[in-house]
């Protein structure tokens, strides 16, 4: 590789030990450029206050998690849902991240149609676009591993997501996070569709042999089976210069160590293992 | 539905409840015609004895469950696999079994490499084809969902197998299992590129909502959120008539309860919910 990938720290991979402040200090602690809040974290200090201390501290934002969840079971559930996605938008916008990530949400209770629940993702994506581009936020899928189709995300390839982006045009792209998308035999080939222009962010962490929950059990990079050298090259090889954000939800492990090592782990692995 | 489906009983459904010879009197007793054994549970009793109990009973075998795993670290290994993938084939002719369900195997132990574990698969069923073909017994490649590429199965979509299908020519086909594949946006188009020739099995069970463990949380039909009779609907319409195997893995629930009310439980979904 010729230069070890910068880092954004995912706020999710410490947030069990750190509020937003603290994520924040840790990574100017630390040397860690840039960061990427949950709404929930941002919400505990404010939005003005989360803006204040991001900038005091001279960290990039490379994404805000999350916006998405646009099917519902009815009209009021799915305005519902457009109004909080508005509002990420507009938090995105306040703190320069440089995307709102979407996590498109699965099925509406009781429902079984996978097909509509796709289309009403479509129509919620178009819907939010016009706000996200009036106020210059990139909205980024992020297409979720298959195990999370029915209650989380079912857009669930990247084929998926750039057949959405490619209908609404401008300002939407993908994130390509290695552990939704690296057992998919088609993942070169549409790593190289999207291109640079598509890939709004690209997010690490390890798939564990066993994987023990479907959604706290990833691994640190380098613990797992993901052969990250090799779609860090694929995303590269797109002229991809952004971040490499961590994001580990491990409940097992990481959530419960002292997080200036989990931090400076990720940070060794970035040259180690990614 | 113009008919209700003709249910096959996979024996790993009541595993933790009967031995073979029960679960036979048990499809006999509760009019399943047919029957799909592991080869654990063939080992038990010995595979003339199970060919005798089954033909006794006047059963079909919808498959054996499973010949597979073929990637392994060094040649010692692939030939291993290789040899115990011709008993396998052997078995399946013995208790006169429709197909041998291939579980193709994962990454070898401290591989990354998927690309090259799934050349090996391909590797490895064409060197077992030369033998299934001159015994008799089709080879059924199973699509596992992602969540098992790592450790059980780097075939994870229909359109892989089928390729592997068209590259090996006759003599072997898939399964179409709904829990592995119920989520793939391609699925019907794959469904009917396949056509009767290529389906050799139709298994069945649900995805739970939430899924509590990767491998033995599988719901009842009706329990969960596939859309077991639109999927059913496509398979048929490829003029598919075989049985109808139910699969259901469950540690929590279906292997605590009386093997007689899963079977009676299975029929009547059968018709409700299939």
Redesign the interface.
Known sequence: MPHPPLMSLNVATVRKQWNLREAIEGCARHGVPAIAPWRDKLEECGVEEAKRMISDHGLKVSSLCRGGMFPASDTVGRQAALDDNRRAVDDAATIGAACLVLVVGG?PKG????KDA?QQVQDGIATLLEHARAVGVPLAIEPL???Y???RA?V??LS?ALDICDSLGDGVGVIVDVYHV????DLETQIKRAGNQRILGFHVCD?L????D?LLDRGMMGD????LPAIRSWVENTGFTGYTEVEILSARDWWLRDPDEVVKTCLERMHSAT
Request: glycine share 4%.
């Open positions: 099925l429902s079984k149609d996978l796709r591993h298959p195990m189709a029915a209650d079912c669930n390839t998926q690296w057992w998919d035999p798939w042999v066993p994987t023990t479907l797992g089976i993901i052969d």
